[in-house]
């Protein structure tokens, strides 16, 4: 086994763990209190159910929840949820490879990908009565575009299916604007030999709440690209959990953002890989500006005993543009077996850089100028990888109306 220089696998162990009694584990297994249990060290070991019933009240102690302000975001954690989205849900395809499809919670294709980990997730599972289902088929690309920009501020629940068919070829957006109050659960399958982008936008207004459990099956030498975009919203949290469960599947997991004054935009990443000769690359950058700006990054990579000759690396970086701005990021890395191709990852949190402010500036460049150019370019290598150029500029525009709105 071989990890680079510059990184430390935070759990290395040299065979299988053991796994625990999940049978009534629930939060409280998580927590500090109530049986005298330690928290769970490891990322595999966490508990799952599609039914809100199965969790314990949150009480902000749980590994899952104990960066995130519990307070702004109680009502879609325990609240009744408005399980009517389609109504407000709007959607666009370019090509003829794409099904798009509004089925009762019953339908076979549900519940495939993943299953809730905690509490907010499994509230909206239990609530929604009807999904949108997005079926990719054909190798030419296709591109569908889901749209919400009038949820207001009722508390709800939505339920999205992505299914990419074997060797089609597409991309999925799902845009977010406006108001929001939502908790929702995105189910992302890959069937062999598909290539599948997904990509999330965020651009809620300024008290946005929104939550959202992603979860991705990556099928036979299937290859995903998830890119989670969070530039607006009062606390956005989107967790991408990946399961590579055949030989030869590839995930990248993308995320770029910028959280202002007040903001919380936290994402949690898992990858699991379960199958030989799988590959995952992990790379979230952001940036943080304004008093009680804070983003939470926390990446769980698991290489379980099945899965040799994986090939993995995550990253995040976070550029700090003032003081009052805090940045959590939290790489973890479990490896139960030591035939890998190779595993790593990499943090790192800093301040504006002088000297490069200094050097534009001495070609002429004014000082507010010259800082959107240096956090233009530090987010765009991340835009840049989604591969969709008519994509990639509106996000890039979208990137500069932050800034650009941020310097006013």
């Known amino acids: ?51 809100v019933v199965d969790f314990e009240p949150v009480t902000g102690q749980e590994a899952e929840w104990k960066h ?3 307070a702004r975001v109680q009502a879609l954690i325990d609240g009744a949820l408005e399980a009517d989205i389609e109504p407000l849900t709007g959607v666009t395809a ?7 499809e509004w089925v009762p919670r019953g339908d076979v294709r549900i ?10 997730s499994a509230n909206a599972w239990s609530t929604f009565e009807s999904a949108l289902v997005i079926t990719i088929t054909g190798e030419q690309a296709s591109e569908v575009t889901v749209t919400r920009s009038a949820l207001g501020t009722t508390a709800r629940a939505a339920h999205t299916v992505i299914h990419a068919t074997h060797h089609s070829v597409g991309t999925v957006v799902l845009q ?34 929104h939550l959202a459990s992603h979860f991705s099956e990556i099928g036979r030498d299937a290859r995903l690209k998830h890119v ?5 919203g009062s606390v956005v949290r989107v967790n991408p959990s990946t399961h590579l469960s055949s030989e ?23 990858v699991n890989h379960d199958a030989p000769n799988t590959k995952s690359r992990v790379s979230y950058k952001g940036a943080l500006q304004g008093v009680g700006a804070h983003t939470v990054w926390i990446g769980d990579v698991l290489i379980r005993p099945t899965a040799s000759g994986t090939d993995s690396y995550e990253q995040n970086r976070n550029l700090l543009l003032t003081d009052g701005a805090r940045a959590d990021s939290i790489p973890n890395l479990e490896i139960e ?34 800082r959107r150019l240096v956090v233009r370019g530090f987010l765009s290598e991340i835009v840049q990888k989604i591969g969709s150029p008519e994509l990639e500029e509106r996000l890039q525009k979208a990137i500069e109306a932050e800034l650009t709105h941020t310097d006013g």
């Open 1 to 51: 086994m071989s990890v680079p220089t510059e990184t430390v696998p935070a759990t290395v162990t040299t065979g299988p763990v053991a796994a625990p009694d999940h049978s009534r584990l629930g939060s409280k297994q998580h927590s500090d209190g109530g049986w005298g249990l330690v928290p769970l060290q490891v990322r595999s070991a966490r508990f799952a159910s599609f039914d």
């Open 68 to 70: 995130t302000p519990i």
């Open 94 to 100: 370019f090509g003829d490879s794409s099904l798009i």
């Open 111 to 120: 519940g495939r990908a993943g299953k809730p980990e905690e509490r907010a």
């Open 176 to 209: 977010n604007s406006g108001d929001a109050l939502l908790s929702e659960n995105v189910e992302i399958v890959l069937d062999e030999g598909a290539q599948l982008t997904v990509v999330t936008v965020q651009q809620w207004d300024a008290t946005g709440i």
């Open 228 to 232: 989670v975009v969070s530039l607006g």
């Open 248 to 270: 030869g599947g590839d995930v990248e997991l993308y995320g770029v953002y910028f959280a202002d004054t007040g903001q919380h935009l936290e994402q949690q990443v898992f």
């Open 337 to 370: 077996t030591g035939e890998i191709a190779g595993a790593g990852h990499a943090s790192a949190s800093g301040r504006f850089d002088d000297e490069q402010l200094f050097y534009l500036q001495a070609r002429g460049i004014r000082e507010d100028e010259a």
